[in-house]
């Protein structure tokens, strides 16, 4: 479960909430200050009216996917680079000394789609430049994929404040209407004011975020699909496992690559005894 993004909510909401009742001159909470930030014309006008828009904007199976990716970023499936690479070097040591076909065998131990499918097609014989159009045919597919999703999310974040400024508007007017009736002149106001308060916090709290972490969940997915592709051609040439390990580490990101000490620790200690032993030997000279 990703704890952060639950946190995350919390605390901005908290915030917020703490913002809107807390009284500096006292130094206390004082909760019926919410009742100034309750506008039921205001929710309809942002709400109902960026629900409205996104009903008209994308089609019904972008709804039915809501919960779903609620669920990819509250307890989102893990996708660990290392330990793809750690497979497809066990799988490319298992071809090199038995042979591709010696992979058939391996297959039911694989759960990821992709490179069960990959493999799949090696075992087959298909030709490596088809088995690489394939591969890239449906990473294309899953990143555009991918982008529609978190389109959905920001241009709800787009719509949102939209629908706060036409609430202002809406305020405004009524307001300017009834320039002799206080309690409309009042009630104008708050209207023209809380709808942008709404349309903000949805954009900012829900949508936006939201959008940005599919982002980083597709980032990940798609950094071990890389990997995996680049993997599975390198098997299918016949490529040294090691030279394979290398260069898979290299097209990781800087921040998950691992240092020389990390990769083989017993090496990196006998460089630093070496190098103590010539620092004491330069002292004692």
């Known amino acids: 479960m990703d704890i952060m993004s639950i946190l995350g909510f919390i605390l901005a909401v908290a915030l917020v909430l703490f913002g809107m009742t807390f009284d500096q001159e006292a130094m206390k909470l004082v909760l019926h200050n919410l ?40 307890k ?28 058939e065998d391996k297959l039911n131990e694989i759960d990821e789609p992709f490179m069960h499918n990959s493999l799949l097609l090696v075992v087959d014989s298909v030709d490596s430049e088809k088995v690489r159009q394939v591969m890239e045919t449906e990473l294309d597919q899953l990143d555009e994929r991918h982008a529609l999703d978190r389109g959905f999310y920001e241009k709800a974040a787009s719509f949102a404040p939209a629908f706060g400024m036409i609430g202002t508007l809406v305020g405004l007017i009524l307001m300017l209407g009834n320039m002799q009736d206080v309690n409309a002149l009042a009630k104008g106001m708050a209207t023209a004011l809380i709808t942008t308060l709404y349309g903000s916090l949805l954009a900012n709290i829900v949508c936006l975020p939201v959008a940005s972490k599919l982002k980083a969940r597709h980032d990940e ?49 006998g460089k630093q005894k070496k190098k103590s032993r010539r620092k004491n030997r330069k002292n004692e000279e």
């Open 221 to 269: 997915e798609f950094l071990c699909k890389q990997l995996v592709l680049e993997g599975v051609l390198a098997i299918q040439d016949g490529e040294n496992p090691k030279f394979i390990e290398e260069k898979l580490y290299k097209l990781l990101p800087a921040s998950r690559k691992k240092t020389d000490e990390d990769k083989n620790p017993v090496k990196e200690e």
């Open 76 to 103: 989102p499936y893990k996708f660990d680079p290392e330990q793809s690479i750690e497979q497809i070097v066990e799988l490319a040591t298992e071809a090199r000394m038995k042979g591709l076909l010696s992979l």
């Open 35 to 74: 009742r100034a930030f309750i506008d039921i014309p205001s929710m309809a006008i942002t709400l109902g009216g960026t629900i409205g828009v996104m009903m008209l904007s994308f089609p019904s199976g972008a709804f039915k996917k809501i919960g779903k990716h609620l669920k990819i970023i509250i």
